[in-house]
């Protein structure tokens, strides 16, 4: 029996049915190229289903060539990709699962194509670039409705099991549901009548055109967190009036549009866990017993198990939990939570992709790779197993550690501090931070799992070292933030970031730099809000936020003015004494002074610790993340991983 009885029980969408709950819902990966199709585009896809999920939506499919956006989005309205969707879905019904493809056009938001006309539903802007589109006359709104049809055709053809109709997030269909964006005085404006005329004639074409045992579902916007917009009454009314024209299948309700509240379209770790559950079990109630897909930071199989048996949900949609784990539903159903690589909701890989990078995740150097749901160290044995001493109990340290033990190396890791996790440790202190620890938790797990002896809570030196002569070593000695280049004055007055996360606050008034802009120092700066009477953040850029993705930096400015930190940007810090701080602002040279400060953070960037690099004579040494090149958290697993693999 499953360890999740509920979640791993089989369901009925429309005539088919699905082996489990588990869901994985559309996910931009920019795997695709020049509008294609790509092997890496489908490896995503099939090892999901691999990996035990039962239903796989696949991510946005352009259904108009007013609609293809950037090269990386997979067209689907000529015959450019038939063979790849027919092999696509062919891998994926394999594998015991069901695939649908998601029905996209943008609307108004085409905001990437230099030639392309962006069409709106009305004469709104576009929420994020305040581009303003050509409002759709009946006749072009009749020509793209044939156009999600005709697509729906072409991937019943191809063998999928069925489409969803992309309407959250503010897109086409979804500024057709809202109010908030459809002014239209015809009949496709109004109230919910004519709102929801658009989606009903798509789903009745592709009804009549696809036959009863193709899947429609429906994502629309559950909160679009606007006022005038959709709300959850009027999710509830619009769910409702579409559940009764017997064309929809499922309905998955997402959150928030492009204006700020995107930031709500993919919580992050500053959420509460199924943060939107509530809104799932309300849409329930009103689309009659046509299933519904609850979605939105849901990332362990017990919260997943509580949401079916608990009503919230028929199916559970994990996006990130299955970024970070192809195989996240095989484990689950298998008793093994704890091999679960588990998702901390920082939207690292949102980011990249928004960034136009193809998605990328921490701690899962697999993703898009055939094989990728089965894939482990073990299965590449060392073909001679060797002794190796690893220096660093932080995350590039514990990746190496134990990728080389499952391979069969005997692997010793020191750690100057009593416990694991570096400076990731002290960041998962942060307000809102603590899922960051559940990345170096799960590389301890498997450390223990695979025999790597920790040595913790002495600081090793080559002697350490050397006396237990291994075959090669592996310095994973981190960074040491620099002190502001600018600075003089107190020094005993001015802290580096983390140590003052160990260091008791002096209440008063205190000034942040940030030469940093990633998510740690506005973790910093939400403490020391709370720390302090006041606080003011200073840094040398325009702007604030420049290494958090766009939807979680949403929360970080929403944070910082909520607590009434004064932002100073443009300016450097040049000095601190008597409780003075002098600022001199970066264009104009100008000086700004602070008076009554009590405390000068920094947070900048990091001096390599590699002091024990060249002491080890002949011995193979590898040197990893921030002891070799301070950058990122990705960059630290990833190259803990390759020096582990192929050690």
């Known amino acids: 029996m499953s360890a999740y009885p509920h979640l791993f029980s089989p369901l009925q ?63 689907g309205f000529d015959d450019r990709n038939d063979d790849g969707f027919t092999q696509v879905a062919a891998a994926v019904h394999e594998a015991g699962a069901l695939l649908v493809g998601q029905l996209w056009h943008p609307g108004r938001q085409q905001l990437w194509h230099p030639t392309k006309s962006p069409m709106g539903v009305s004469e709104q802007p576009d929420a994020l670039s305040w581009t303003v589109p050509h409002v759709m006359s009946v006749g072009e709104v009749g020509r793209v409705a044939a156009a999600y049809v005709a697509v729906a055709e072409r991937l019943a053809h191809c063998g999928f099991a069925g489409v969803e109709l992309h309407g959250a997030h503010g897109y086409l269909i979804g500024q057709f549901l809202s109010p908030w964006s459809n002014t239209r005085d015809d009949d496709y404006g109004g109230g919910i009548e004519g709102r929801t005329r658009f989606v009903r004639d798509v789903a009745q074409g592709i009804r009549a055109a696809c036959g009863k045992d193709f899947i429609i579902g429906l994502k629309m916007p559950g909160d679009e967190g606007v006022r005038g917009g959709i709300d959850p009454d009027e999710a509830a009314r619009l769910t409702g009036r579409l559940a009764a024209t017997g064309d929809f299948d499922y309905f998955a309700h997402g959150q928030g549009n492009f204006s700020l509240s995107l930031e709500t379209h993919v919580p992050d770790l500053h959420f509460r866990p199924g943060h939107f559950k509530d809104i799932a079990k309300r849409m329930r109630l009103a689309a009659g017993g046509i299933p519904v897909m609850a979605l939105g930071r849901i990332g362990e199989p017990d919260l997943a198990e509580e949401i079916i048996a608990q009503g919230f949900g028929d199916l559970v949609g994990l996006t990130r939990a299955h970024i970070a784990d192809a195989a996240w539903a095989r484990k689950a159903a298998a008793g093994l939570a704890a091999e679960i690589r588990p998702s901390v909701f920082d939207n690292w890989a949102w980011g990249e992709i928004h960034g136009g990078k193809p998605l990328a995740e921490h701690h899962n150097p697999y993703l898009g790779q055939a094989g990728e749901a089965d894939a482990h160290p073990a299965s590449q044995p060392a073909p001679s197993p060797k002794t190796i001493a690893v220096v660093g109990a932080g995350p590039a340290g514990l990746e190496v550690a134990w990728v080389a033990a499952a391979r069969g190396h005997r692997v010793t890791l020191f750690g100057a501090s009593a416990a694991v996790g570096g400076k990731l440790a002290l960041d998962s202190q942060l307000p809102g931070r603590s899922e960051m620890a559940k990345i170096t938790a799960y590389q301890a797990h498997m450390a223990a799992r695979h025999g790597v002896n920790l040595l913790l809570g002495q600081r090793a030196g080559a002697v350490d070292i050397l006396a237990m002569k291994p075959d090669a070593i592996v310095l994973a000695t981190g960074g040491t933030l620099r002190r502001p280049m600018e600075l003089a004055g107190d020094a005993d007055q001015v802290l580096d970031g983390l140590s003052y996360i160990q260091a008791p606050s002096k209440g008063g008034a205190a000034v942040l730099f940030d030469q940093d802009h990633g998510p740690t120092v506005y973790g910093m700066a939400d403490l020391m809000a709370r720390q302090f009477e006041s606080l003011v953040l200073v840094t040398p850029r325009p702007g604030i936020g420049q290494n958090v993705n766009y939807c979680s930096a949403i929360g970080v400015h929403r944070r910082l003015h909520q607590a009434g930190v004064e932002i100073v940007p443009s300016h450097d810090l040049i000095d601190f004494r008597d409780a003075r701080v002098t600022l001199r602002n970066v264009f104009t040279g100008a000086d700004k002074f602070l008076e009554n400060i009590n405390q000068v953070v920094f947070a900048t960037p990091r001096l390599a610790n590699d002091a024990l690099a060249d002491k080890f004579g002949d011995i193979p040494v590898h040197a990893i993340g921030d002891c070799h090149s301070p950058r990122n958290l990705m960059a630290a697993i990833h190259g803990g991983h390759i020096v582990g693999a192929a050690l």
């Open 13 to 75: 969408i429309g005539t088919r049915q699905v082996r489990n709950r588990v869901a994985v819902p559309a996910t931009l990966t920019n795997f695709g190229q020049g509008n294609r199709i790509t092997e890496k585009w489908q490896n995503y896809l099939i090892e999901r289903a691999r990996g035990g999920a039962g239903l796989i939506v696949s991510e946005i499919i352009a259904v108009d060539s007013e609609a293809i956006a950037h090269g990386a989005v997979v067209t």
